[in-house]
T-cell receptor, first 119, second 113 residues
Framework: AQKITQTQPGMFVQEKEAVTLDCTYD???????LFWYKQPSSGEMIFLIY??????QNATEGRYSLNFQKARKSANLVISASQLGDSAMYFC????????????????FGKGTLLTVNP | EAQVTQNPRYLITVTGKKLTVTCSQN?????MSWYRQDPGLGLRQIYYSMNVEVTDKGDVPEGYKVSRKEKRNFPLILESPSPNQTSLYFC????????????FGPGTRLTVL
């Protein structure tokens, strides 16, 4: 079974509108972290936002917010007021074993969602 | 400026010709890792290192070697590259005891003919 599932291969949104990118995850570890990265066409991986499994509030970073629903194991990224520069591939990722000493800090990635912002 | 650097950024080589992709970070991070990105597969971990002289296999280690002789450097070695190692490679680093963000290098696009 996939640990990170992004069901939307591609999404379109009009400039200035909000968009939600879906991410569901699968883990039995009680301590984990969820990340979103942006990859523009130039190829670099840009960190956007982080949510810890024990965090009480949903994470927010500027126009990015993470809709964390722990019971449903979902961590959707919400981008408000989309801009043309938001057009990129978006990856959801998870790190398990946050409180286990010596564990691999590996990020398990989903396959990504290609977001296109239309003018 | 805090950053992870990789060299080269682009490389075209031939089957069997040994190559090294360098990775260096200036943030004093203990943890470093290599990923490869392939279309439709996302990013997969090749090797990682928890600190100097401590390395271990990730999910797809076959055909790769690494070393961690200094804290800042974590080179990826392909002893005998093959066409199925054509990919986009990322180095990443982070602290182990504080912070959660993994910082990624700019990527190395490798083509093996």
């Amino acid at each position: 079974a996939q640990k990170i599932t992004q069901t939307q291969p591609g999404m379109f949104v009009q400039e200035k509108e909000a968009v939600t990118l879906d991410c569901t995850y699968d883990t039995s570890d009680p301590s984990y972290g969820l990340f979103w990265y942006k990859q523009p066409s130039s190829g670099e991986m840009i960190f956007l936002i982080y949510q810890g499994s024990y965090d009480q509030q949903n994470a927010t970073e500027g126009r990015y917010s993470l809709n964390f629903q722990k019971a449903r194991k979902s961590a959707n990224l919400v981008i408000s007021a989309s801009q043309l520069g938001d057009s990129a591939m978006y990856f959801c990722a998870m790190r398990e074993g946050l409180r286990r000493g010596g564990s691999n800090y590996k990020l398990t990635f989903g396959k990504g969602t290609l977001l296109t912002v239309n003018p | 400026e805090a950053q992870v650097t990789q060299n080269p950024r682009y490389l075209i080589t031939v089957t069997g010709k040994k190559l090294t992709v360098t990775c260096s970070q200036n943030m004093n991070h203990e943890y470093m890792s290599w990923y490869r990105q392939d279309p439709g597969l996302g990013l997969r971990q090749i090797y990682y290192s928890m600190n100097v002289e401590v390395t271990d296999k990730g999910d797809v280690p076959e055909g790769y070697k690494v070393s961690r002789k200094e804290k800042r450097n974590f080179p990826l070695i392909l002893e005998s590259p093959s066409p199925n190692q054509t990919s986009l490679y990322f180095c990443a680093s982070s602290f182990t005891l504080r912070g959660n963000e993994q910082f990624f290098g700019p990527g190395t696009r490798l083509t093996v003919l």
